[in-house]
């Protein structure tokens, strides 16, 4: 019985073990690419073990960039994605928890019309609209600028119905003794919702985050200056299309660099955002 | 400190319902009056509606002088107890009974000493760091209260606040804020559809009914003499037996002095004034009804026999002890005839007095 049970155990174990090996593969060749020389990648005779030159290509892509057309090194696209990403995410969370509540707890003229609008621009994603979004920005003269990177993002249908949602689980009671004790609209949201909504405004974050970091149409569009780069537009113009220009080596680092913050961000806010799926704290 | 006055007060909802159908009453300063009625009668869009939390859709509301109809609920100067409590989630017990204070800029030592005081009353001081999650149900109640005295206002209103909690700790509860409320002389609005809880806490009941206001009284006096058959059946349990009577019986049982009307009228009478004498007995000058034992209900210190009249209709009489007779057994429930209730012919009205 015992032995039976530890199989039965072991089965699941098993098939996780080969998920994970089958999503960490690749991950753990382009680590191994990013650490030996190009001669040996262009080869096609690479090797399962990392390489020695760890600290000179991750140096290089870091600090000095390839030798090709792209010359901007990793750092700048590093930092240009960051506040990208950062941008987005904080954007659209500050943007749809403040319609989140004007929606529910305000009645003014025309609430459900503008709650429908918001909804219907959930079939509107960025590529479909994305010709008179470019055109607007243009106007604003937003092309490479950090906020013609981030706003045509910020706004956002399904952050907003999120927070609807959980607004409508919060207890009609709390408003009330809220009103009692003399908190006014600001006062409520302030005190009250905010701290609430603490675990979702997390757990939004992490995917909002992720969301923008690997946006890729977008900022292609917008940005034409290589010091507006993000990384993953820098990774695909290092990829030269005469295969034996291509720095892989430098490439592979990029890619393994690129990898770093959203895991970061997903690792650092994993407690709250698992709660913020889990739990409504009320 | 002030009394709470109601002048047509009527309710409309969106939607057309209406909740409260002109209601005029007022609650002295200091007394502690509790709003009864079944399910949907409009008790808590009453009380709501003197917190502030509900527009008025006519008539007046007054808290001592001042009407406040358009007055926003802070500056109403009242405290309420929700069912759920509606404690804040994330602030401790200490925060959620200073917010209130806060919010009206009362400075910080005073803020302190106010909340301390309220928490030694209640004897919860030593929850003061904890969440509202981590404390029990009663305890939570505690600190419903807590946050209610702590602004010292002008009214308390609880809608139900002892209904969340289990049997036992409700008596107690109960006990303890009468004891309060006593202590502190605050007028209160109790709204409930607990009896015992409105006999117990009330100085004044009032008994409504799909939004209007059946009988206003003290508990015994709504007990002892109520206003229509809706009061009679719905205070006491268990409820008040009624028979439909024609004049002519009618009479008789009154005497010929009783001005009785001549569709006739329902004879009230409660089960525990009732007494089971063995078959064949009769009553002088009061009521006598043969009846046929069908169920009995022994509950320790009494029991409650259900029986079948003999002229048509059921009964319950309730009488002390276990010694009950059994099943199908006749005997006749007897009733003094200065315990009979007599209402006129559609229970809107008490004809004896
Ligand atoms: N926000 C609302 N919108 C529309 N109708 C409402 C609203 N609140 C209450 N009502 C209606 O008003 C009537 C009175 O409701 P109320 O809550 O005052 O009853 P109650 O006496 O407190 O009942 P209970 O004992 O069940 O709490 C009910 O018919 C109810 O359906
Ligand atoms: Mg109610």
């Given amino acids: 019985m015992a032995e039976r049970r530890r199989f039965e155990n072991l089965l699941p174990h098993l098939i996780l073990w080969v998920g994970i090996a089958i999503v960490a593969f690749p991950v753990y060749l382009a680590f191994v690419a990013s650490t030996h020389e190009p001669a040996i990648i262009a080869n096609g005779q690479m090797p399962l073990t990392p390489g020695p030159y760890f600290l000179e290509n991750y140096y290089r892509a870091i600090f000095v960039g390839t030798t090709g057309t792209t010359r901007e090194p990793v750092g700048t696209m590093l930092l240009n994605s960051l506040v990208m990403a950062l941008g987005i995410a904080l954007g659209k969370i500050a943007i749809s928890i403040v319609s989140a509540y004007a929606i529910v707890y305000f009645r003014f003229p025309f609430r459900m019309a503008a709650f429908w609008l918001i909804f219907v621009t959930l079939m509107l994603p960025v590529e479909v609209r994305i010709y008179p979004t470019y055109k607007v920005a243009a106007d604003l003269q937003l092309l490479d600028t950090y906020a013609g990177l981030t706003l045509p993002l910020v706004a956002s249908a399904t952050a907003t119905l999120l927070f609807r949602q959980f607004f409508l689980t919060v207890p009609d009671e709390l408003v009330e003794a809220s009103r009692i004790d003399g908190a006014g609209p600001f006062r409520f949201f302030k005190d009250t919702l905010l701290p609430l909504s603490r675990t979702n405004m997390a757990a939004l974050f992490v995917i909002l985050f992720i969301y923008g970091w690997n946006q890729y149409l977008w900022p292609l569009l917008i940005t034409t200056r290589d010091d507006m780069q993000t990384i993953v537009i820098g990774i695909k113009k290092m990829i030269v299309t005469s295969d034996a220009l291509t720095e892989w080596q430098l490439v592979m680092a990029t890619a393994m660099l690129a990898m770093l913050p959203p895991v970061a961000v997903v690792i650092l806010m994993q407690k709250l955002f698992v709660r913020g799926l889990v739990e409504t704290e009320k | ?353």
């Fill in chain 2, 1 to 353: 400190m002030a009394g709470v006055t109601f002048r047509e007060v009527r309710k409309i909802y969106a939607g057309g319902i209406e909740a409260v159908k002109g209601v005029s009453f007022a609650v002295p300063d200091g007394a502690f009056c509790v709003l009864v009625g079944p399910s949907g009668c409009g008790k808590s869009t009453l009380l709501r509606m003197v917190a502030g939390v509900e527009t008025v859709t006519a008539g007046e509301i007054r808290i001592g002088e001042r009407v406040v109809n358009d007055i926003e609920p802070a500056e109403r100067d009242i405290a309420m107890v929700f069912q759920n409590y509606a404690l804040y989630p994330h602030m401790t017990v200490y925060n959620n009974m200073a917010y209130g204070l806060r919010n009206r800029g009362v400075p910080k030592p005073e803020i302190d000493r106010l909340v301390r005081e309220a928490a030694r009353i209640l004897e919860i001081t030593e929850l003061l760091k904890r969440k509202p999650r981590e404390l029990s149900g009663g305890q939570r109640q505690r600190v419903a209260m807590g946050r209610a005295i702590v602004r010292q206002p002008k009214a308390f209103l609880f809608d139900e606040p002892l209904s969340n909690l289990d049997a036992k700790l409700r008596v107690s509860m109960r006990v303890e804020i009468k004891k309060l409320q006593r202590q502190f002389g605050t007028t209160s609005i109790y709204v409930t559809h607990d009896q015992l809880e409105a006999m117990t806490l009330a100085d004044m009941l009032v008994v409504m009914n799909a939004g209007r206001i059946e009988q206003i009284g003290a508990p015994l006096e709504v007990y002892e003499r109520p206003a229509t058959t809706f009061v009679a059946t719905f205070i006491g349990a268990p409820p008040m037996n009624l028979l439909r009577l024609a004049a002519a019986e009618l009479s008789g049982l009154l005497g010929a002095s009783a001005a009785v009307p001549p569709e006739g009228g329902i004879l009230g009478v409660r089960p525990e004034d009732l007494v089971l004498a063995p078959a064949g007995a009769r009553s002088d000058g009061g009521l006598a009804l043969p009846l046929t034992v069908e169920t009995v209900e022994r509950v320790g210190p009494e029991s409650f026999v259900y029986g079948r009249l003999a002229r048509g209709g059921d009964v319950i009489v309730r009488i002390p002890g276990a010694a009950a007779p059994s099943f199908g057994e006749q005997a006749v429930a007897i009733a003094p005839r200065h315990k009979l209730h007599v209402f006129s012919a559609d229970g809107s009205r008490r004809i004896n007095s």
